[in-house]
């Protein structure tokens, strides 16, 4: 299976340009870009999937160039409903950093250069702009790109409607000082792409090349992002380890051979036997479990993955104590909680957190032993939550039922 034929049987390949993408990719020494916008001072689960096909592809011979829009993200891209909400040069600076940290980690050991689109846009004013870019660009051209026209009817700021010129110049700009020949991108982005290789077409009259993944979805149909609300950091202070590895460890067998081929590194032999030995027995879970190990690993790292398996082992057997305080402070971040001042009683503090709906429901969930404190059983309706008691003074975990947890922090 040639690099192009894997990209395909992963699911990663949505739009092409050029004649010779296939051959380029096969190629294995071409220098390509993925760019992102620092909207966040953190990316998030969507973005990783562009930054797993970009490491792949760095893996197998290619030279990444991986664009943070310091410039861009001063405009923002054009939303299909609506103007984003301008973001002020010091929150862009910041995010930038906080970006830029991360890739560097991601991609740590491969050959890659980190871009910020402001370095060759801040010196260049509106006459030039409009003289050596927006010459080259027709309006009916850009009238028609997709995430254009939607928004006609509502009304689009020419800020946003230029949008597309200043992410081509990131193209055209590359081409020539970088001998960059390929763009890599999520499928929203074909129209920004595609202005790209027109500019360097009709500027350079030469040929450049691209292509988009499709957009990866959760199980409810949206995708992964911070306008969706759904967003799964990769920043383990936003999103911990646990945290991710629970998500995942929770999806849907229709996604989870999906998620292999888009998340992993595994070959495509190893993916199918894997999706076979789940078929066999599905409530093993074969599938989640090493999708969720091999994500980790990859992303956090070993250690980080050890923590997410022992925690997941001491919540499944009750062994809550066994938790270090890291372990027990990554496990928070991914439950319910509830603050509380001073000491409660068992069945005030149900109600009171909405661990349960009423007084009755909570004296019917510890009479039947179905309530447990750091571990555990408590079947006394007079017992009291102490902060004396609680997990390095700070933490009580509440567990209802066989799998929902909670946790009190004592102020």
Known sequence: MTLFEELKWRGLIKDTAGEDLEKIINGRDATFYWGTDPTADSLHIGHYSSLVTAKRLARAGHHPILLVGGATGLIGDPRPTAEREIISYEKVLHNLNGIKGQVEEIFKGLDVEVVNNYDWTKDMNVLEFLREIGKYINVNYMLNKDIISRRLDTGITFAEFTYTLLQGYDFLYLYEHKNCVMQVEGSDQWGNITTGIELINKKLGKN???????????????????????????????????????????????????????????????????????????????????????????????????????????????????????????????????????????????????????????????????????GDKVNDFSFIVKKEDALYQEYTIIRKGKKKYFVIKHS
């Not at 967003?231 to 991710?244: C, F, M, V």
């Not at 925690?311 to 509830?338: C, H, P, Q, W, Y």
């Not at 503090?349 to 429901?361: F, H």
Request: aromatic share 8%; with cysteine.
């Open 208 to 374: 450049a090349y691209a292509f988009t993944m499709p957009l990866i979805l959760d199980a409810s149909g949206e995708k992964f992002g911070k306008s969706a609300g759904n967003a799964l950091w990769l920043d383990k202070n936003k999103t911990s380890s646990y945290e991710l590895y629970q998500y995942l460890i929770n999806s849907s067998d229709d996604k989870v051979e999906e998620y292999l081929k888009v998340f992993t590194f595994l070959t495509p032999e190893e993916i199918m036997k894997v999706i076979a030995e789940h078929k066999e027995s599905p409530e093993k879970r074969i599938a989640q479990k090493t999708l969720a190990a091999e994500f980790i690993r990859d992303l956090r790292g070993e250690e980080e993955l050890d923590k997410c398996i022992h925690i997941s082992d001491a919540l499944f057997k009750g062994n809550i104590k066994e938790l270090t305080r890291d372990e027990l402070e990554m496990t928070v971040l991914s439950l319910d909680s509830f603050v509380v001042d001073e000491d409660k009683n068992i069945i005030d503090l149900l109600v009171l957190s909405g661990i349960c709906s009423s007084k009755r429901e909570a004296r019917e969930f510890v009479n039947n032993n179905s309530i447990s404190i750091n």
